[in-house]
T-cell receptor
Framework: GENVEQHPSTLSVQEGDSAVIKCTYS??????FPWYKQELGKRPQLIID?????GEKKDQRIAVTLNKTAKHFSLHITETQPEDSAVYFC?????????????FGKGTHLIIQP | DVKVTQSSRYLVKRTGEKVFLECVQD?????MFWYRQDPGLGLRLIYF???????EKGDIPEGYSVSREKKERFSLILESASTNQTSMYLC?????????FGQGTRLTVV
């Protein structure tokens, strides 16, 4: 089955700086890579996703890059703000995020220092 | 707005009890999932279902079973609860991309 590794487990950055979280996956058949944000005491929510036919996707301060050859993908958050503090999970799926479920990384606790 | 609702926010059960966790979604999604979330381990897939009465094992199915008699409802069953099943349980549903999560059930087995 799929195995997703996520690093770092904890990331502390100064407000206004950039944050980068990296994930690798094992199954070359995986074709859908979402990122979820979970604020303390709340449910995980999708913030951005990318499919394997695209190398990069951007949404305001958030971007995701995918390197299929190396089987890794990354989340980039620019101009970080206090509300970015949360746990972020990467995930991979080889059926477009639907029927087979997602394999998640172990999460990164992002701390934004004022 | 998609709504995925889990029947309980907190549960305390005794070792050996049979436990039912219920999940209902209101968006007519075909796919439903049960995950457990533990510190340092992320979200791990227990079981999933892509249609009524269909179920598939995820990565950690041991000690669990599921039931999907109606499209909108997916139940997780702990046949004989054990202390190592103390965890946060998250239900999710999806059409083909984004998974929508319930608010979670924190189960404590004593």
């Amino acid at each position: 089955g799929e195995n997703v590794e996520q690093h770092p487990s904890t990331l502390s950055v100064q407000e206004g700086d950039s944050a980068v979280i990296k994930c690798t996956y094992s199954d070359s058949a995986s074709n859908y890579f979402p990122w979820y944000k979970q604020e303390l005491g709340k449910r995980p929510q999708l913030i951005i996703d990318i499919r394997s036919n695209v190398g990069e996707k951007k949404d305001q301060r958030i971007a995701v890059t995918l390197n299929k050859t190396a089987k890794h993908f990354s989340l980039h958050i620019t101009e970080t703000q206090p509300e970015d503090s949360a746990v972020y999970f990467c995930a991979a799926s080889h059926r477009g995020g639907g029927a087979d479920g997602l394999t998640f990384g172990k999460g990164t606790h992002l701390i934004i220092q004022p | 707005d998609v709504k995925v609702t889990q029947s309980s926010r907190y549960l305390v059960k005794r070792t050996g009890e049979k436990v039912f966790l219920e999940c209902v979604q209101d968006m007519d999604h075909e796919n439903m999932f049960w995950y457990r979330q533990d510190p340092g381990l992320g979200l791990r897939l227990i079981y999933f279902s892509y249609d009524v009465k269909m179920k598939e094992k995820g990565d950690i199915p041991e000690g669990y079973s599921v039931s999907r008699e109606k499209k909108e409802r997916f139940s997780l069953i702990l046949e004989s609860a054990s202390t190592n099943q103390t965890s946060m349980y998250l239900c999710a549903s999806s059409a083909n991309t984004e998974a929508f999560f319930g608010q979670g059930t924190r189960l404590t087995v004593v």
